[in-house]
Nanobody, 115 residues
Framework: QVQLVESGGGLVQPGGSLKLSCTASGIIGRFYDMGWYRQVPGKQRELVARITDGGSTNYADSVKGRFTISRDNDKKTAYLQMDSLKPEDTAVYYC?????????WGQGTQVTVSS
């Protein structure tokens, strides 16, 4: 059974940085995509960043140049480095693993950007 454990959320001031981690278990091999999504109350979950098993990345326009997604295949872990954070980045951040046609989600971690 695939399980995802996220960490690294918290409260940060505008302009600050946070680094999220997502570690997967129950997966064999490295041929799966990983991503980060976020959701605020009353809105749909939206893509933040995604990285393929080959290392190709794509980002939401709102985070380009500020966020960086990476992965360590040996550790089965994805990271989201978030810099120059803005209040509008406040959301619950969810990790996603796409394995074939199936999606697996983490439990979410709260990120709050406020002074």
């Amino acid at each position: 059974q695939v399980q995802l454990v996220e960490s690294g959320g918290g409260l940060v001031q505008p302009g600050g940085s946070l680094k999220l981690s997502c570690t997967a278990s129950g997966i064999i091999g490295r041929f799966y995509d990983m991503g980060w999504y976020r959701q605020v109350p009353g809105k749909q979950r939206e893509l933040v960043a995604r990285i393929t098993d080959g290392g190709s990345t794509n980002y939401a326009d709102s985070v380009k140049g500020r966020f960086t997604i990476s992965r360590d295949n040996d550790k089965k872990t994805a990271y989201l480095q978030m810099d120059s954070l803005k209040p509008e980045d406040t959301a619950v951040y969810y990790c996603l693993v796409r394995l074939g046609i199936r999606d697996y989600w983490g439990q979410g971690t709260q990120v709050t950007v406020s002074s």
